[in-house]
């Protein structure tokens, strides 16, 4: 059973950074397609960033030139580096793992106020 932990999330003034981390266990996380999504209130969830085995990297069009996603597979881990905040960017941030299906972690709370 895979399992995911995120962490790193919280409140920060617009323009601000945040760096989203996501902790998967297991051997095979170098396999692994790895994604951030999140969700805000009264809103679906959508896709914000992900990042293939092979490095292949897609973002949403909102947070193009603003936010990065990177993985270490020494450490099992996916990073969302969110830079130039907005308060629209306010939402509960998800992490998935793509292998034969979906796992999702608990999401980790981003708000960006002043």
């Known amino acids: 059973q895979v399992q995911l932990v995120e962490s790193g999330g919280g409140l920060v003034q617009p323009g601000g950074s945040l760096r989203l981390s996501c902790a998967a266990s297991?051997?095979?996380?170098?396999?692994?397609?790895m994604g951030w999504y999140r969700q805000a209130p009264g809103k679906q969830r959508e896709l914000v960033a992900s990042?293939?085995?092979?490095?292949?990297?897609n973002y949403a069009d909102s947070v193009k030139g603003r936010f990065t996603i990177s993985r270490d597979n020494a450490k099992n881990t996916v990073y969302l580096q969110m830079n130039s905040l907005k308060p629209e960017d306010t939402a509960v941030y998800y992490c998935?793992?793509?292998?034969?299906?979906?796992?999702w972690g608990q999401g980790t709370q981003v708000t960006v106020s002043s």
């Open positions: 998935k793992l793509t292998w034969v299906k979906d796992y």
């Open positions: 297991g051997s095979l996380f170098r396999l692994y397609t």
């Open positions: 990042i293939t085995s092979a490095l292949s990297t």
